[in-house]
């Protein structure tokens, strides 16, 4: 089981970026998949989950909701999240993870900075 992320980068305020999580040694289709945000000197948080594509639900942290969308492209067997309207509050290393099996996978993060 692997999880690649990428997408990162230095955005200003009101930007956008879009994240992917690309996996390897399991369907990405048939587990939940999402991510996690760390800032600087704080813990990990939650950000967004996409459920198995069974019955696809999806969810967001509060902070998040409107401007961050969590998509699945099956074929590709990754998982995505486009981040609109950034503010300098999202700023951090974002990581994705899997739990395929019921495993907690992680991948190694992608870093993203908000300036204002």
């Known amino acids: 089981v692997q999880l690649q992320a990428s997408g990162g980068g230095l955005v200003q305020v009101g930007g956008s970026l879009r994240l992917s999580c690309s996996v390897s040694?399991?369907?990405?289709?048939?587990?939940?998949m999402g991510w996690y945000r760390q800032a600087p000197g704080k813990q990990r948080v939650f950000v967004a989950y996409i459920t198995a594509a069974e019955m696809t639900k999806t969810d967001y942290e509060d902070s998040v909701k409107g401007r961050f969308t969590i998509s699945r492209d099956a074929v590709l067997n990754t998982v995505y999240l486009q981040m609109d309207s950034l503010k300098p509050e999202d700023t951090g290393v974002y990581f994705c993870?899997?739990?395929?099996?019921?495993?907690?996978?992680w991948g190694q993060g992608t870093q993203v900075t908000v300036s204002s």
């Open positions: 040694g399991f369907m990405s289709s048939r587990t939940t």
């Open positions: 993870y899997a739990l395929p099996g019921g495993e907690m996978h």
